[in-house]
């Protein structure tokens, strides 16, 4: 056994103190690190739910976007003037889609709106939430022109709508529809903190 140089041996409350005092200290680190820990998750989680939301208001602000489309498309649906291309107003009478591989945030930047070229889309003044939406329309069709005309090959359903009284069996007559051309409306939305969402809709006059 060892003798200390006073002479005099600790007693065992003094031994007691010191263990008390290093898993005192050790508990402190713990608690200081699990104090941190959750300080970091809680700053995480309050920006996943604030991007969230903002991406949530973009989407919403998409639809401004797509009613205004729906409404130009209306508005001049007549005497041939969709079967041209007319970039100014964010229109396209050819389809245009992303190769393999590319997504359409890529699409947008490097075709529909691509940085120092021409613009084919249309934008909106930012709305109060601060989100810019911006919409091209695409005419579901492999070439510009009549509709009707060879090589054009639009997306539509059979044309002559006609009905009758007459009884037929199970599958004699097939069903006939009007003919109408489909149109995509796709509208990128920019928002805060850097946030971008896209929305795609279908539409036929």
Request: charged share 10%.
């Amino acid at each position: 056994m060892l003798i200390p140089a006073n002479g005099r041996m600790p007693r065992r409350g003094e031994r007691q103190r010191g263990v008390v005092l290093m898993i005192a200290l050790i508990v402190l680190v713990a608690m200081t690190l699990a104090g941190i820990a959750l300080m970091r998750s809680v700053g995480t989680t309050s920006l996943i739910a604030g991007n969230l939301a903002f991406q949530q208001s973009a989407t919403s602000s998409g639809d401004t976007g797509t009613e205004a489309a729906i409404a130009w498309l209306q508005t001049n649906n007549n005497s041939g003037y969709l079967w041209n291309n007319t970039p100014a107003q964010g229109y396209m009478a050819q389809r245009q889609d992303p190769v393999t591989g590319q997504s359409w945030d890529t699409f947008w930047t490097a075709v529909i709106n691509p940085s120092g070229g021409p613009s084919l889309s249309t934008s909106r003044p930012q709305d109060s939430a601060g989100n810019t939406v911006s919409y091209v329309i695409q005419r579901l069709c492999n070439g510009t022109g009549d509709p009707t005309a060879p090589g054009v090959d639009c997306a539509a359903p059979q044309s002559v709508a006609q009905a009758g009284s007459s009884s037929k069996g199970a599958g004699a007559v097939a069903l006939l529809y009007n003919s109408s051309i489909y149109y995509r409306i796709t509208t990128r939305i920019d928002g805060p903190r850097n946030t971008v969402s896209y929305v795609q809709v279908v539409v036929t006059l």
